[in-house]
């Protein structure tokens, strides 16, 4: 079975201080990994895919993740924080064969002036 | 560029009462599918389509119908509304379905069941 765990149900950060987003899955098999950000009364937008090629994986808006076979993680990074960057993030997974994602239960980021 | 569209964007509905909620795509997918997302539980699949005329089940089907007559259309149908079904609904699609290919999501229908 596949699931992904998001530790942390809501973040805070300064502006311009570091963005840590936890994320860690759990797969028999090595799975295609993606981040998803959701802004107010808007739907999912894809931030960045893993798909095997590359274990650094960079995506729009300046965030970036890493896949850590070994720590079953893909964690979601950005080195400054903007105002804009407040939103719910989601993790999700997904295998060859599975029709569907299975979502981690979001980390909401706040952003403090 | 409309992308994924849903109709109607709120709904309140009395318990029993029935209603579709209607999701359109424009980019000629193949692949679509209905969530529902409930606080603390991220996003769920109630049922998917491989393309025109095919519906399957996902991970919380009961209490759902859907229906894929035309390709760029995806129906999500509740016959008899219960409290329990009091959530946020997003339609995505996808061109394929390869574990690689994105998912673009509407940007949702809030329904409320009294």
């Known amino acids: 079975a596949q699931s992904v765990t998001q530790l942390g149900s809501h973040v805070s950060v300064s502006e311009g201080a570091l963005v840590l987003l936890r994320c860690n899955y759990s797969?028999?098999?090595?799975?295609?990994l993606f981040w998803y950000v959701q802004y107010p009364n808007q739907g999912l937008q894809l931030l960045l895919k893993?798909?095997?090629?590359?274990?650094l994986v960079k995506g729009i808006n300046g965030f970036e993740a890493e896949f850590k076979k070994s720590e079953t993680s893909f964690h979601l990074t950005k080195p400054s924080a903007h105002m804009s960057d407040a939103a719910e993030y989601f993790c999700?997974?997904?295998?060859?064969?599975?029709?569907?994602?299975?979502f981690g239960t979001g980390t909401r980021l706040t952003v403090i002036p | 560029n409309a992308g994924v569209t849903q109709t109607p964007k709120f709904r309140v509905l009395k318990t029993g009462q029935s209603m579709t909620l209607l999701c359109a795509q424009d980019?000629?997918?193949?692949?679509m599918y209905w969530y529902r997302q409930d606080p603390g539980m991220g996003l769920r699949l109630i049922h998917y389509?491989?393309?025109?005329?095919?519906?399957a089940k996902g991970e919380v089907p009961d209490g759902y119908n859907v229906s894929r007559l035309k390709k760029q259309n995806f129906l999500l149908g509740l016959e008899s509304a219960a409290p329990s079904q009091t959530s946020v609904y997003f339609c995505?699609?996808?061109?394929?379905?390869?574990?690689?290919?994105?998912?673009?999501f509407g940007a949702g229908t809030r329904l409320s069941v009294l």
């Open positions: 995505a699609s996808s061109f394929t379905g390869t574990a690689t290919n994105i998912q673009y």
């Open positions: 797969s028999s098999v090595p799975p295609y």
């Open positions: 893993y798909t095997s090629a590359a274990t």
């Open positions: 999700a997974v997904r295998q060859t064969g599975a029709n569907n994602l299975f």
């Open positions: 980019m000629n997918h193949e692949y």
């Open positions: 389509s491989v393309g025109e005329g095919t519906t």
